[in-house]
């Protein structure tokens, strides 16, 4: 797995300063630096952020590490069983790192994507996609997403605008072979 600035380092060695119509940019949040300033993916003609971990109460035997861990408080240990507050996760996986019994792990492999996003005078949230997308298939996805804004983007077109003038979302969703949630 690429996880975080692995993965953000590949998009930018494989599509930094590529010619588009206009600039397109992408996020990837997982980072507690990033999720701490709010929902940028969201924001971003491409974003991608990652899921919260998952406890095994059977694997767990109450050391508390994950707890010592989180600096965000969504772990507690009360008599030796991890109590998990996804409200207050913000998806670091410090727990999943630092459990010596593996009694944790993530709770869904894969990322929420969010295309068209727009921050600026004018602000657009993007539009999520349905489901996971694993991280193997990340750098294919955004190719076939770059190729199809290059091809039907019209010149100083942001993502977002096209996706509204074109067969509208579904259809930049399938040509980046996703769904939108719905």
Do not use: W
């Not at 300033?37 to 003609?45: L, M």
């Not at 492999?109 to 489901?131: N, P």
């Amino acid at each position: 797995m690429l996880r975080h600035a692995g993965l953000a380092r590949a998009i930018e060695e494989q599509y930094g300063g590529c010619e588009l119509p206009r600039k397109l940019k992408i996020s990837i949040a997982g980072v507690p630096e990033q999720l701490r300033k709010g929902p940028a993916q969201r924001y971003r003609d491409h974003g991608g952020e990652e899921i919260p971990p998952r406890f095994y109460a059977d694997e767990c035997e109450g050391c508390g590490a994950c707890e010592k861990v989180c600096r965000e408080g969504a772990v507690r240990v009360v008599d030796d069983e991890v109590r998990f507050s996804g409200e207050a996760c913000i998806g670091c996986g410090d727990c999943i790192a630092i459990c010596p019994k593996d009694a944790v792990g993530v709770a869904s492999e894969g990322l929420r994507l969010y295309l068209g996003g727009r921050s600026g005078r004018v602000i657009r949230v993007g539009t999520e996609a349905e489901g996971l997308v694993a991280e193997e298939e990340i750098l294919d996805t955004i190719t076939k997403l770059l190729d199809y804004f290059r091809e039907n983007a019209l010149p100083g077109e942001r993502l977002g605008e096209m996706m509204e003038r074109v067969g509208g979302i579904e259809e930049v969703f399938a040509a980046a072979g996703m769904r939108p949630r719905s």
